[in-house]
């Protein structure tokens, strides 16, 4: 068994993770490689080459963890090592609706075949393709993503969410969107402050954007905001916070399998997993599915 660690080099659990994992490795006599990153794109190509291996474990926050998401699933998926995921970073969403697990009982969960299959979320525009392992969002959420990434490290985690989102609440303008929902012809036309789509519940250091969200149900949760403002957000936040639907007409719960945007009057901005991606202008299009292979999880 071969066992490829990739740790965020500058994760609050660096040391516990490498000693925890070494030790293992020493009892139950495994090779294990570890390769901490030193930048944007590390972990993703780390992860690209590991084909070798049989397991990849990322400790990091929702960012490392899309890396090396991205990393495996450019390999083919005969290639591709069983994934899991620690929570050691500053947002951690998607952990949220896991249980946190030693790295003894991820070797138990391996060795015994305990992994799952699970669909990323497969985003596509112009000839860019981008997987998600918990939530998209396009929208205010973007914007929000790219100041909190502007700030990481120098601020603490929660007040750099919240502080972000209130600078966006207070001037954010809804772009002219239509959608194309599943197989429906007809576009919906909309002018949407938030899109939040994926496999997740929590995106936004906590909020549960996607209450409806199923890791293994066969499409994706769609979660649509209309025009909100700072007031909304004080008083709706303990309701996102415990991962409820909030109840104003202007929000929207669904689950969708396929998604098409077309921007009609823009700019619309689009970030996967805390990560910015693109900022779409009037005439330009993205899609989401859920991806056509699977990615082994534990």
């Not at 590390?42 to 990849?56: F, I, K, P, R, T």
């Not at 929000?144 to 001037?171: C, M």
């Not at 997740?200 to 199923?214: H, I, S, T, V």
């Not at 499409?219 to 649509?224: I, K, S, V, Y």
């Amino acid at each position: 068994m071969k066992v490829c660690l990739i740790i965020h080099g500058r994760s609050h659990l660096k040391s516990l993770t490498e000693s925890s994992w070494s030790n293992l490795a020493k009892s139950k006599v495994f090779e294990l490689h570890i390769q901490l990153t030193e930048g944007m794109g590390h972990a993703e190509g780390l992860a690209q080459a590991a084909s070798d291996y049989d397991l990849v474990v990322s400790c990091g926050g929702d960012g490392t963890h899309h890396e090396v998401v991205n990393g495996l699933m450019k390999l083919p998926p005969s290639k591709r090592p069983t994934f899991t995921p620690i929570g050691g970073g500053s947002g951690n969403d998607f952990m949220r609706i896991r249980r946190p697990l030693l790295a003894s009982e991820i070797y138990a969960a391996f060795t015994s075949g305990q992994a799952s299959n699970i669909r990323v979320l497969d985003i596509q525009w112009k000839d860019h393709q981008r997987y998600a392992l918990n939530i998209s969002t396009a929208g205010i959420g973007a914007e929000i993503a790219q100041l909190v990434n502007r700030r990481k490290f120098k601020i603490p985690p929660a007040v750099n969410y919240y502080t972000a989102i209130l600078h966006w609440l207070a001037r954010y303008r809804a772009p002219h969107v239509n959608m194309h929902i599943d197989d429906s012809s007809a576009a919906l036309e909309a002018k949407p402050f938030l899109l939040a789509l994926g496999n997740g519940k929590y995106a936004g250091n906590g909020l549960g954007l996607c209450p409806q969200a199923d890791l293994t149900h066969a499409g994706f949760a769609l979660t649509n905001i209309g025009n909100v403002g700072v007031l909304d957000f004080l008083r709706y936040q303990s309701t996102l916070q415990r991962c409820q639907e909030v109840k104003d007409p202007r929000v929207s719960y669904q689950r969708a399998e396929q998604l098409t945007i077309v921007v009609m009057q823009g700019p619309f901005s689009i970030e996967a997993d805390g990560e910015y991606l693109v900022t779409l202008e009037a005439g330009e299009r993205i899609s989401y599915k859920k991806s056509s292979d699977a990615l082994q999880l534990i």
